[in-house]
């Protein structure tokens, strides 16, 4: 009986101290020094750790955010002196779509690999655009397991790469025509991608092709990248090539099992040159969200590419270059999805969609709405600290990152994205458990287990008269 | 048998009502009965938190002005006395008093005093409890009554569901003046509506209390919710954690909940109660059982469970003994044949067949059906499960509803709603939407001095002393006053009700279920403006 999937994480402490959401105390004059905040009301110790924190001359420079704002020290101060407010440095952190609080639930996942649980109810939005106007499904009665998603029985989440044949062919001999499948099966529904902006890569490949390793995944990089890398990692490397580079690196190409190219119209026949090299190779192809991605999609189905990866933007929108904002990941997949069901081609191929996977419901969500697997980017940075700096990644490039992340340790780094991956792995455990559904496998293309906000508001407000916001105020 | 305000008196201790459902052998406890009277019930801290913070410059004279001209009691300088006091800034109603000729910071002869928004109260929101809306509850709490203008009382700032609908008079008429004098409105429900020989259970209120488990919540908490019902003709909830025998007294205004980890669950509580609750799932964590944390399972919670102290437990998910319909029913009927007199409530999640699930359970024989839509409450519940398992609660309402009506059995079952019902405003859209009433749970945690900071679950649990089973922090909220806080919240929400439907121009609450024609909902579409008015 094969092992079965398990991700160790092990508790990696982040190098920093962390932007804290509440914690600038306002301690006005007049205080009495009774240590009723102190020693009375902080059920969680903080000014103690605080005070600590300040006189140990090893600790970080930060202030130590710990505080939780349960406000009772406030409420308790003897005098009326104490007053907590959000912390302005946590606001100013990440942008519109990398919110403080992704960044902040990403850092605390990726210290130790749990998953976040809180109490009372849900915080936030009742909706927001992109994966926030999806419900997935739960069950009642059907259960994906005897004893519970954490029992004895097994929720897989692994997904294959490559080509399935849809039928075998046999000549009239008898003989099978068919050539075998090129299966590569990863146990979680996710690959490790290049960040998506311009950092200090080369440690960080090294992380990412370590942290694939340890998951049975992925980790895509550039082929100077990945040729820099010991043999026994190149296994779970994707290098990207471009056309020039492929002869000089056929010691590379033998030596990965997958291969990525950036979409082109030689892409075909660059994908037919590698398999010259390696005949066992999987080659992906690169495609750019935009507007015409399903006609491309089809086309390069058809054209016999049998993997298509899907890059949406940071923000996980398509690109339209005309300067208007473009469709986000999720409507696109949809349509790509749909496209290839329809022309016949969608199990022909496996769909990896990227850019905007931010959090482990981004990927169930993604799946539903037709992936087979998504990329992982930008989330692994922040796993290392990165605060997705709004002055559009310049400091990553003149050595001013906050975190210097120019400088983390490979097998660290590697660590935390393990540690990240296995609370999203626990996390789509959770959802697939929840909608009664024991392989990832089924969620792909699953919108029958989803619920969209567009159909849920016209079935329940469809016949409710709208009125304009703006006659009763914000 | 209708509730109206000539009812709302005080009933005492020492006049417990009987319910002519009682036999003789339902309770062997003597039932208590809590005043259904509004009394001032203050924060129980030292420092209330108000929206707004005046501060005081050292430059202050004390001159008493400030005193002499705050209708709100902000300033107070004691007779006798050389000095003001430090302000009761929580009072204070912020900058429309700069309207009147009243308002401190302008007639401070030093300009001493300053006005700005309370950066501690910004701390507790969120979009979906604004600060506002927890401030506003802990008025309703203090005073029992509605809260003044300057806390928005009605809807939070989530940006969808209930934030967006509104009654239509609210926008085409919002001063539209009470049609039907207070007295004749009825709030009253009655829950069992199957004709099945058992008997009629009527509360007075269209709410009743949530389940929170012994162990989730101090004992504080379950009692002052059970004497509030009480005052009020509704119910309480134990939820999954056994029937403490504190709650022995309050046996006609308990429900008893059967979860999946039958924790506490025996026969002997099962015939104690007017309605049992069959719980096959919570909306915050919809297909994923329960999980009480091993530092909240105290001694006292792990023997009232039956369980060992310190260990995490877990009530698995779902019912391993229900795979169908017929399955459903014969836990049911267990229920009904161990006590032949309780109604029966099931209640379930939202997936996206919740109206199958619904009629399901009505043929199965229940009495209610209970919603939990996802954005409701817990103790403790992954954060990718509250924000993205199940539909919320306003979707599911009218979609069950809708479909009960086309099969036929919609005035054979009642159907209550849970999950995000934060407000009375609430209570009546979800009524408008096709429910018949509500259950609340975070609004009485709110009311009793919860600010959301989601600590529930963390080491000895609420530093609040509201979810927590720790001695210490128990011990910080009183019986009495955590009672007479509850009272007062559900007085309030009554009186916004009876307001809302006297403008509506209807006797009843039951008058306006499924009555979506008097609801708009707020688009940000701005030429959709004219449609309310075709």
């Known amino acids: 009986m094969p092992d079965r999937y398990h991700i160790h994480a092990v508790p990696t402490p982040a190098r920093f101290r962390r932007v804290g959401k509440f914690g600038n105390v306002d301690w006005r004059e007049d205080c009495s020094r009774c240590s009723n905040c102190v020693k009375l009301r902080c059920t969680y110790d903080v000014y103690r750790q605080e005070s600590a924190h300040d006189h140990d001359p090893a600790a970080p420079l930060q202030t130590l955010n710990g505080c939780k704002a349960c406000l009772s020290c406030v409420q308790g101060c003897t005098k009326g002196l104490l007053g907590v407010s959000v912390n302005p440095e946590f606001l100013d952190m990440g942008d519109a779509y990398w919110k403080p609080d992704i960044l902040l639930t990403t850092w605390n996942q990726s210290d130790a690999g749990k998953i976040p649980v809180s109490g009372a109810g849900y915080r936030g939005r009742f909706h927001g655009p992109g994966f926030d106007s999806i419900w997935t499904d739960m069950s009642e009665i059907v259960r994906p397991t005897r004893d519970g998603i954490h029992g004895r029985e097994y929720i897989s989440t692994s997904v294959d790469i490559g080509a399935r044949p849809l039928r075998l062919e046999f000549d009239s001999g008898g003989r099978l025509l068919t050539e075998p499948a090129r299966l590569l099966e990863i146990q979680l529904p996710a690959i490790l991608d290049m960040p998506a902006w311009q950092v200090q890569d080369s440690h960080l490949a090294e992380a990412r092709a370590m942290a694939a390793k340890e998951l049975c995944s992925l980790a895509v990089m550039t082929a100077a990248d990945a040729a820099a890398l010991p043999p026994e990692r190149l296994p779970f490397v994707v290098p990207v090539m471009n056309g020039d580079d492929i002869l000089e690196s056929r010691a590379l190409l033998h030596a990965v099992r997958m291969a990525e190219l950036p979409d082109g119209p030689e892409v075909a026949k660059l994908a037919s040159d590698m398999r010259s090299v390696n005949p066992e190779l999987t080659v992906a192809v690169r495609l750019v969200l935009r507007p015409t991605a399903a006609d491309r999609a089809a086309e390069l189905a058809r054209a016999g590419m049998k993997i298509l990866h899907l890059c949406a933007d940071q923000h996980g929108c398509e690109r339209p270059g005309n300067g208007k904002p473009g469709r986000h990941v999720k409507d696109v997949l949809r349509e790509v999805h749909v496209r290839l069901v329809k022309d016949g081609l969608r199990d022909t191929v496996t769909l990896i969609a990227g850019g905007g996977i931010a959090l482990a419901e981004h990927m169930a969500k993604a799946i539903i709405c037709g992936a087979d697997l998504v990329s992982v980017d930008t989330a692994l940075l922040v796993a290392l600290g990165c605060r997705v700096c709004r002055d559009g990644h310049a400091m990553c490039s003149d050595g001013r990152c906050p975190v210097e992340i120019g400088s983390v340790d490979s097998a660290y780094a590697a660590q935390r994205m393990v540690n990240l991956m296995s609370a999203w792995h626990s996390q789509l455990i959770e959802v697939l458990g929840a909608a009664g559904i024991r392989e990832v496998r089924r969620l792909r293309g699953e919108v029958g287990r989803a619920m969209f906000l567009e159909d849920l508001e016209k079935d329940a407000f469809g016949d409710i008269a709208r009125v304009a916001q703006s006659r009763v105020g914000a | ?534």
Not at chain 2, 40 to 45: H, L, M, T
Not at chain 2, 187 to 199: A, E, F, M, V, W
Not at chain 2, 404 to 433: F, M, N, Q, W, Y
Not at chain 2, 493 to 516: A, C, H, N, Y
């Open chain 2, 1 to 534: 048998m209708s509730t109206t305000e000539t009812d709302v008196v005080a009933r005492t201790r020492a006049e417990p009502r009987e319910h002519p459902s009682r036999r003789p052998d339902s309770s062997d406890c003597q039932q208590d009965r809590s005043a259904r009277e509004v009394h001032p019930a203050p924060d129980r801290y030292r420092n209330a938190i108000g929206k707004y913070k005046i501060d005081r410059l050292a430059s202050c004279i004390s001159c008493g002005r400030c005193a002499e001209v705050c209708p709100q009691g902000v300033h107070v300088k004691p007779g006798g006395y050389a000095f003001t006091v430090r302000p009761h800034d929580y009072q204070c109603v912020g900058p429309e008093c700069a309207r009147t000729d009243r308002f401190c910071v302008a007639l401070c002869p030093q300009k001493a005093l300053s006005l700005r928004r309370n950066p501690s109260a910004e701390c507790m929101g969120d979009p979906r409890w604004s600060s506002d809306l927890i401030l506003a509850t802990w008025h309703e709490a203090a005073t029992g009554h509605e809260p003044p203008p300057h806390l928005e009382c009605r809807h939070g700032a989530s940006g969808g569901g209930f934030d967006k609908l509104r009654f239509k008079f609210e926008v085409e008429d919002p001063e539209r003046p009470a049609q039907v004098p207070a007295a004749e409105i009825d709030t009253g429900l009655d829950l069992n509506h199957r004709q099945d020989g058992r008997p009629q259970v009527h509360i007075d209120i269209p709410i009743y209390g949530g389940g929170m488990s012994f162990g989730s919540v101090s004992i504080h908490t379950i009692l002052a919710k059970a004497r509030a019902a009480s005052a009020w003709n509704s119910f309480t909830c134990t939820g999954e954690g056994g029937y403490p025998d504190r709650l022995k007294p309050y046996d006609d205004h308990v429900i008893t909940q059967v979860a999946t980890g039958l924790f506490g669950v025996r026969e002997e509580t099962i015939q104690r109660v007017r309605m049992v609750e069959f719980k096959y799932a919570q909306g915050a964590k919809p297909g994923l059982g329960g999980h009480l944390l091993g530092d909240k399972n105290t001694p006292p919670v792990a023997r009232m469970r039956e369980a060992v102290a310190g260990n995490a437990l877990f009530s698995p998910f779902p019912f391993h003994s229900v795979y169908s319909v017929e399955d459903h029913k014969k836990h049911l009927d267990w229920i009904k044949e161990v006590n032949p007199r309780c109604l029966v409530s099931v209640k379930v999640s939202t997936p996206t067949d919740v109206d199958m699930v619904a009629v399901g359970s009505y043929y199965a024989g229940a009495h209610i059906i209970h919603l939990d839509g996802s954005y409701g409450g817990t103790g403790a519940a992954p954060d990718i499960a509250k924000k993205n398992i199940a539909m919320p609660i306003e979707f599911a309402i009218p979609k069950v509803h809708k479909f009960l009506l086309a099969e036929g059995i919609r005035d054979a079952v009642t159907l209550i709603c849970s999950g995000g019902i934060r407000t009375p405003h609430d209570v009546l859209k979800a009524v408008a939407l096709g429910a018949d009433g509500a259950v609340i749970g975070t609004a009485e945690m709110v009311a009793l001095g919860c600010v959301r900071c989601a600590c529930c679950e963390s080491g000895r649990g609420c530093p609040r002393g509201i979810a927590s089973t720790d001695p210490e922090l128990m011990m910080q909220m009183s019986l009495e006053w955590a009672t007479q806080r509850l009272v007062n919240l559900h007085n309030a929400w009554r009186e916004q009700m009876v307001d809302v439907l006297s403008r509506l121009r209807m006797k009843s609450i039951r008058e306006l279920r499924g009555r979506s024609d008097l609801l708009c909902y707020l688009s940000d579409e701005p030429d959709l403006a004219e449609e309310v008015s075709r």
